[in-house]
């Protein structure tokens, strides 16, 4: 089975842009989740979806904001960035259940300059 | 709300050693619980889950047993490898909240 695939693997932004990073989660998996990691904050929730609603949400600014399509599959989008916004997201996908553990793309590094 | 407590890094061991990465959490309900590796560079690896207490998950030589009564999970390997230098995560899901929460890693570092 593929992983979960996250592309771009790497992204260089300005202040005030938006970006849109892209997850596709393994197969069969119809929970998406996704984190941000930062070396002073560590990992952080941001959301999750399961069958395009979301189900769950972090304290994050309305700025970040995901949506999911019917074959599972996730996008999430950041607008008006900041130059705290330069983190590792991750995306993780996962059968349904607090037993099923998280299966973690290796990550989209974004830079805001 | 939930939350998790894992002892601070960097941990430095030399190979062969023993390794013990202690953590503990507070949850609502029933977390399952796991641990994950992040390897430099990498997003982070399923190490090894428990779902019930007195489960023991294992793999790759480590092991960490689910204690309700004191709400540890702590990480265990008997002999270190430099190969096993990474960032680990302690993280239940479920309780309150239902999404993974991680406590801030302990980065190992084995030395030859």
């Known amino acids: 089975k593929a992983g979960v695939t996250q592309t771009p693997r790497y992204l260089i932004k300005t202040r005030g842009q938006q970006v849109t990073l892209s997850c596709s989660p393994i197969s069969g998996h119809r929970s998406v989740s996704w984190y941000q990691q930062t070396p002073g904050q560590g990992l952080q929730f941001l959301f999750e979806?399961?069958?395009?609603?979301?189900?769950n949400k972090g304290n994050f600014p309305g700025r970040f904001s995901g949506r999911q399509f019917s074959n599972s599959r996730s996008e999430m989008n950041v607008s008006t960035l900041e130059l705290g916004d330069s983190a590792l997201y991750l995306c993780?996908?996962?059968?349904?259940?607090?037993?099923?553990?998280?299966?973690f793309g290796n990550g989209t590094r974004l830079t805001v300059t | 709300g939930d939350s998790v407590t894992q002892m601070e890094g960097p941990v430095t061991l030399s190979e062969e050693a023993f390794l013990t990465i202690n953590c503990t959490y507070t949850a609502t309900g029933y977390p399952s619980l796991f641990w994950y590796v992040q390897y430099p560079g990498e997003g982070l690896q399923l190490l090894l889950k428990?779902?019930?207490?007195?489960d023991k998950g294992s793999n790759k030589g480590f092991e960490a047993t689910y204690r309700k009564e004191t709400t540890s999970f702590h990480l265990e390997k008997g002999s270190v490898q430099v190969s096993d230098s990474a960032v680990y995560f302690c993280a239940p899901r479920g309780g309150s909240q239902g999404n993974l929460i991680f406590g801030k890693g302990t980065k190992l570092s084995v030395k030859p």
């Open positions: 979806y399961f069958s395009e609603t979301q189900r």
């Open positions: 993780a996908s996962s059968y349904v259940g607090s037993g099923s553990p998280l299966h």
């Open positions: 428990a779902t019930k207490a007195d």
